[in-house]
Protein backbone atom coordinates (compact mmCIF):
# COMPACT_ATOMS: atom_id res chain seq x y z
CA UNK A 1 0.00 0.00 0.00
CA UNK A 2 2.99 1.99 0.64
CA UNK A 3 4.29 1.79 -2.38
CA UNK A 4 1.30 2.57 -4.75
CA UNK A 5 1.51 5.87 -2.21
CA UNK A 6 4.92 6.43 -3.12
CA UNK A 7 4.73 5.78 -6.82
CA UNK A 8 1.18 8.09 -7.09
CA UNK A 9 2.99 10.75 -5.39
CA UNK A 10 6.16 10.27 -7.55
CA UNK A 11 3.39 10.64 -10.63
CA UNK A 12 2.12 13.38 -9.36
CA UNK A 13 5.01 14.94 -8.81
CA UNK A 14 6.54 14.32 -12.40
CA UNK A 15 3.18 15.52 -13.65
CA UNK A 16 3.70 19.12 -12.22
CA UNK A 17 7.20 19.10 -13.11
CA UNK A 18 6.44 18.22 -16.72
CA UNK A 19 3.36 20.97 -16.52
CA UNK A 20 5.70 23.64 -15.68
CA UNK A 21 8.14 22.64 -17.86
CA UNK A 22 5.27 23.42 -20.91
CA UNK A 23 4.18 26.28 -19.10
CA UNK A 24 7.58 27.70 -19.47
CA UNK A 25 7.75 26.86 -22.80
CA UNK A 26 4.42 28.19 -23.45
CA UNK A 27 6.15 31.63 -22.13
CA UNK A 28 9.35 31.41 -23.82
CA UNK A 29 7.27 30.48 -27.24
CA UNK A 30 5.10 33.69 -26.80
CA UNK A 31 8.46 36.16 -25.81
CA UNK A 32 9.99 34.89 -29.15
CA UNK A 33 6.56 35.19 -31.02
CA UNK A 34 6.56 39.00 -29.87
CA UNK A 35 9.79 39.23 -30.51
CA UNK A 36 9.42 37.83 -34.26
CA UNK A 37 6.59 40.35 -34.96
CA UNK A 38 8.34 43.12 -33.39
CA UNK A 39 11.51 42.84 -36.28
CA UNK A 40 9.25 41.89 -38.71
CA UNK A 41 7.95 45.39 -38.64
CA UNK A 42 10.97 46.75 -38.35
CA UNK A 43 11.89 44.87 -41.49
CA UNK A 44 9.01 45.78 -43.30
CA UNK A 45 9.47 49.62 -42.83
CA UNK A 46 13.33 49.35 -43.99
CA UNK A 47 11.71 47.53 -47.16
CA UNK A 48 9.86 50.14 -47.56
CA UNK A 49 12.75 52.97 -47.21
CA UNK A 50 14.74 51.11 -49.57
CA UNK A 51 12.09 51.27 -52.12
CA UNK A 52 11.56 54.51 -51.54
CA UNK A 53 15.28 55.11 -52.45
CA UNK A 54 14.91 52.63 -55.23
CA UNK A 55 12.72 54.98 -56.90
CA UNK A 56 14.32 58.36 -56.18
CA UNK A 57 17.20 56.45 -57.69
CA UNK A 58 15.39 55.53 -60.55
CA UNK A 59 14.14 59.02 -60.93
CA UNK A 60 17.86 60.72 -60.34
CA UNK A 61 18.90 58.11 -63.30
CA UNK A 62 16.22 59.54 -65.23
CA UNK A 63 17.16 62.92 -65.16
CA UNK A 64 20.76 62.48 -65.48
CA UNK A 65 20.04 60.48 -68.65
CA UNK A 66 18.14 63.06 -70.04
CA UNK A 67 20.95 65.66 -69.06
CA UNK A 68 23.68 63.00 -70.82
CA UNK A 69 21.54 63.19 -74.47
CA UNK A 70 21.05 66.60 -74.62
CA UNK A 71 24.93 67.04 -73.77
CA UNK A 72 25.33 64.30 -76.54
CA UNK A 73 23.11 66.61 -79.12
CA UNK A 74 24.80 69.49 -78.29
CA UNK A 75 27.82 68.25 -79.18
CA UNK A 76 27.09 66.42 -82.17
CA UNK A 77 25.53 70.28 -83.53
CA UNK A 78 28.43 71.32 -82.47
CA UNK A 79 30.68 68.88 -84.43
CA UNK A 80 28.44 69.24 -87.26
CA UNK A 81 28.57 73.02 -87.44
CA UNK A 82 32.41 72.82 -86.48
CA UNK A 83 33.20 70.32 -89.31
CA UNK A 84 30.82 71.84 -91.87
Known amino acids: M ?5 TNLA ?21 ELKIIKKNHAIYMKKMDKFQEYDKIAD ?3 QVFE ?3 LAIEETIKTINKNFCA
Open 66 to 68: KRL
Open 2 to 6: QTVEF
Open 11 to 31: LEEQIKALNEALNEIRINQLE
Open 59 to 61: ITN
